[in-house]
């Protein structure tokens, strides 16, 4: 279920703002089910 983070950095590709953005919604789950993960570990997999 849900995107490939191979598809997800394709559609994200160039677009500064991604990481920081794609961490808020999926702390609070925005369009997204809530990923309960520490900051820095949303982070990590974000980038
Ligand atoms: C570490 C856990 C997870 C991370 C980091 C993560 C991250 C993401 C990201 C970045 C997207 C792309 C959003 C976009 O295109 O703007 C996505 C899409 C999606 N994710 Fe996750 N996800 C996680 C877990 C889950 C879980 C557990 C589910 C389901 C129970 C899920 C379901 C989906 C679905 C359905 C989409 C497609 C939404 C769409 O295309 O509109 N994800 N995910």
Redesign the pocket.
């Known amino acids: 279920?849900?995107?490939s983070?191979k598809?997800?950095a394709a559609?994200?590709k160039g677009n500064k703002d991604a990481e920081k953005s794609?961490v808020a919604?999926?702390k609070a789950g925005d369009?997204?089910?809530k990923?309960e993960?520490s900051e820095a570990?949303?982070d990590a997999?974000?980038r």
Do not use: N, Q, W
């Open positions: 279920m849900g995107a983070f598809s997800i559609k994200y794609i919604r999926l369009g997204h089910p990923v993960a570990d949303l997999i974000v």
